[in-house]
């Protein structure tokens, strides 16, 4: 078998209900076409996915993803990514990570590691060079991801070198359907893979070894590593060394672009409160850095009490801060800490715990549900909840089934403005006062996400004041996926962004001394348009329509009604000839199905 540089050329394949696993050699040209990441792992999983599969079935396959940068000296390069068919969304869901585990993950000696079926009770699956165990987990069976990974560490001991785990919480033991799977801290967060984890009764992955891969052009290799590193120190990436996304909240609300009570508002009154000073009033704020990364973005905020004093505190970013905050209408920053803390304790996406909980507050005070305290402002109540949710009690148990779920159970108005697309809830970018971002969350594969499209930088650009029906204006939102799905494949975190003049010359620059590929700026977009369609092709065999390429009635109904965004709503027209753009910008046909020559011409058929 003949290896690709950077590349150990395999993937292992776990069948958990057979305790069996082989490996399974990628076949030609699949390395060069989907690169890693994101882009691999939807080749992976559209190969190994039944159609129409229940996500929750053990025949739904759960894809960990490495790529060819990891064990380089590329700084941002230890990520992986996580894939499977989404309990949320029932679309496909890749969510990307920062840690060690990458980087122990690789040196098992595969590029990824796919599992099929379920235990038959509570397992750690052990994998090295050496083979795969399967190992009981009854012993961590309830406990949080943090306490259950330094178990099964202190377990194995020290062999290979030491482990590195990922593992659920009890969000994800009790199928919760935006439970993540987390390490090191940190979290595949978004789309409910921790629920897919669950399901298999696969309370931990525990990963070691001493493989490495060879690089075409080593020499080359570490000059251009030690030109990143110097330019990911400069002024493209100094807020995020300084003030962290944090800050974005205060910029947001001076904008109108502030998501606030279930998207009622885009200006949040009480936003100063949750500003980076005030968070850090009577706290020691510290700063650190994912592994192999020399930018330092990360900023952890103590909290007595919490379970989160060991490895730093809470570590807040602009998401689980607007999420657990403006959504909720609260302004306490002890009580959002205390919840981004107990999210990660259970194993919960802090975007759809607070867009759920933002959503079940709307309907309290129309009088839709009857959940006591439960109303905006309330930080004691979100708290209860947080916990409800977690442990499926209550209106907890409803509300972790997402937003789109509970609309359908509640009935009346609720599904005009539960808060998601695809039922992935939406993160915080008011979608009347970015327009280009609405469109990026309706054709997004995954559903709501900015971190899939980043069509906010054309809403923040001079390109476009705001993006219009024109097929030519079509083109920057599409450019800006493209770089996002390279990056998320080669991978790269995407605060390197202003560090590169052209993007995509960037990463090509990046993939040839680590591949010897003779790659240019062309390839890499056929590469990005090649892995989206292929994402979208997967969505069609498991049951896509194109009415699910559209957002909240509220976003076309309601104008925003104070702010710099003011009298800003959706023209449902508009974004209908968008959509239609776009899928035709794509060569897809313009309802959004994929025409067999495209996937021929693609090498997808």
Known sequence: MSTVPGYHGRYLRVDLSERTSREVPWPDGVLRSFLGGGGLGAWALRHETPDGVDPLSPESPLVFVFSPLVGSPLTTSAKFAVLAKSPLTGR???????????????????????????????????????????ESAETEWGLGSRETGQ???????????????????????????????????????????GAVMGSKRLKAIAVAGDRVVSFADPGRLVEISRDLSKRSLGPATAKYRELGTVDNLVTFNRLGSLPTRNFQGGVFAEASMLSPESLEADRDRTRTSCAACTIGCEHIFPLAGSGQEEGGGVRMEYENLFALGPLCGVSDPRAVLAASALCDELGLDTISTGASIAFAMECAERGLVEIPGLRFGNGDAMLSMIDDIGNRREWGDLLAEGTRAAAERIGGESQSFAPHVKGLEIPGYEPRALQAMALGFAVGTRGADHNRSGAYEVDFSPEVGRIDAEPGTIEPVVRVEDEAVLMDSLILCKFL??????????????????????????????????????????????????????????????PLGEGGSQGAQLDPDRLAAQIRAYNLHRGWTAEGYVPEDRLVALGLA
């Open 92 to 134: 496909i869901n890749d969510s990307l990570s920062s840690s060690h585990f990458a980087i122990s993950g690789k040196r098992t000696g595969y590029d990824a590691i796919v599992i099929v079926g379920a235990a038959e009770g509570a397992t750690t699956l052990v994998v090295t060079p050496d083979g795969v165990r399967f």
């Open 151 to 193: 178990r099964v560490r202190d377990r194995l001991g020290g062999e290979w070198g030491g482990f590195r785990v990922a593992a659920i919480g009890p969000a994800g033991e009790r199928l919760v359907h935006f439970a993540t799977i987390s390490h090191d801290a940190r979290h595949a967060g978004r789309g409910g893979l």
């Open 497 to 558: 962004r202003g560090v590169f003049e052209d993007r995509v010359a960037g990463m090509a620059e990046l993939l040839r001394p680590v591949t010897g590929w003779d790659v240019s700026p062309e390839e890499l977009r056929e590469t990005a348009g090649r892995i989206v369609t292929a994402k979208k092709a997967y969505n069609i065999a498991q049951g896509w329509t194109p009415a699910e390429d559209t957002l909240p009635q509220r976003f076309f109904e309601e």
